[in-house]
């Protein structure tokens, strides 16, 4: 959630420092700062609070240069987001570190150093990893045995970036439960804690694995394990275009990414369907093997993840008749699940570094389930390197905060898990034709649903002086009512919550005045007929509706009823996905009309990292 940018060079690294954060801003921006080593080998360090423009400001204000120099930006973890607690943090002797992650232990590390000596400037847990690197330094030791030898002392999830006077030729680096990637140059290196901060400077990288410490120089990359031997991790070419991160025309990341959904999905199901049928290699050449044996599905996942995971259980069970279960990853991971013959452990992550979703991966491995399948949009992720099947969707970078394209590549995604569950269990080449031919109408109908926008830009007014709104859904459409909520809330800092309609008069029913508006999604299906009934409830008690409804639903405009026509003849697996593009498109004109920060909503941040 944080962002970690290194460089070392030939040349001034201070402009690669900077660009590198602001390609990673959406990961945190609470703070942000530098640290370098000048051409005399001294350390300068400049931190501000705020976005990444405040530190260029600074930087202008006390020009900083050097060949070699480490960068942060910060989502607050420990200590208020302030001058003194932003990153990078510094010992004595010019020694500087920037940190994703949480360290459990660093109150017990933190008395250990008072005792030994060393005063803290900082609320952090960071500083106290920089402390504990410079009392290993004064043994005599490399700076790179001396990260070594702290590491094994942490508990906890970490990436580490280090620096320091005594050492100024290289970057130390450590891993553990969070993203590292190093960046290959020509007599130049870059670190990174995602590759989307170094695609300026290059397209070759090394991803370094769990317990990995590595040593970074001009022209050499040394990397040992977490036993300590020396190793060779994989050199990855990156596809990802350096403009790929650019709003372009748009005035948002989100309505540029809202945009391009139907590309994405179009790119998600590409080259894995074919003439009204599934490919047999596209999880995998394994899975055909895997599918076969399964009995049953679990999912893990969270927040907009876990959403699209609980759509699929719908489906899977209405479609593959096989039983799923679905689980927000924080929770699995602290609970004893019994787990039936033959289950598919999957997994879903935009990132795949969610740290909650990567933990629940570990722990399945021991669990005795039959196999686990990731969905996730960065390949190179520690959660597809980590699981044994693998649906990648190609969302492409998403910047924006809230998730837009990720999530509708997600439901496409596992449309095609559902085909693929249906084709092991005997489904005909006429039912797996019917399922694919809808999966490939997808992008065409988001397409048409776009064409909305400029209702819903006119719709969303009505939202900018309320404070709650409720979001109605049945079946698949409850999982969709919970992601509008989801993004309302998000980025229009609107309190939203999502109910399934049959639950209204169990409760929230009280909620209901002409001050909150009720949103439903009404797609033409069997439970259609329950939730106008649903919807006569709200009426009764004279709260406004907005509906997005069939053009055959029967549902018509009235006195406190707005209809919004959605595009006819939307299909079972076709209507999560289509409905919801309008939710967005509304959750992103509220937020605008709002006057909020779409892009980086407050206290919130990209990428997950931590627990």
Known sequence: MCGIVGAIAQRDVVPILVEGLRRLEYRGYD?????????????????TVGKVQMLQEAIDVSPTHGPIGIAHTRWATHGMPSERNAHPHISADGLAIVHNGIIENYEILRAELRAAGYSFTSDTDTEVIAHRIHHHLKSGVTLLAAVGATVKELAGAYALAVLSESDPECI???????PVVIGLGKGENFVASDMAALLPQTRSFIFLEEGDVAEVTCSSVRITDRSGSAIERQVHQSEVSADAA?????????????????RAVADTLQQRVANGRLLEAAFGPTANEVFRCTEAVHIIACGTSFHAGSVARYLIEQLVNVPCSVEIASEFR???PVIPRNTLFVTISQSGETADTLAALRLAKQAGYLSSLAICNVPESSLVRESELVMLTRAGPEIGVASTKAFTTQLAALGLLVVALAKARGATAEQEKMLVTRLVELPGMIEKTLMLNPVIQELAQRFVPKHHALFLGRGTMYPIAMEGSLKLKEISYIHAEAYAAGELKHGPLALVDADMPVVAVAPNTDLLEKLKSNLMEVRARGGELIVFADPESGIQ??????????PKQVSYIQAPVVYTVPLQLLSYHVATARGTDVDKPRNLAKSVTVE
Do not use: W
């Not at 700062?33 to 931190?47: D, F, W, Y």
């Not at 130390?172 to 969070?178: D, H, M, N, P």
């Open 31 to 47: 703070s942000a700062g530098v640290a370098v080593l000048n051409g005399s080998g001294a350390l300068k360090r400049v931190r």
């Open 172 to 178: 130390i680096l450590a891993r553990e439960g969070c």
């Open 246 to 262: 650019d709003k372009g025309q748009y005035a948002h990341f989100m309505l540029k990414e809202i945009y391009e959904q139907p």
């Open 334 to 336: 602290y609970r004893s």
């Open 557 to 566: 405009p009235s006195d406190g009823v707005t209809v919004i026509t959605m």
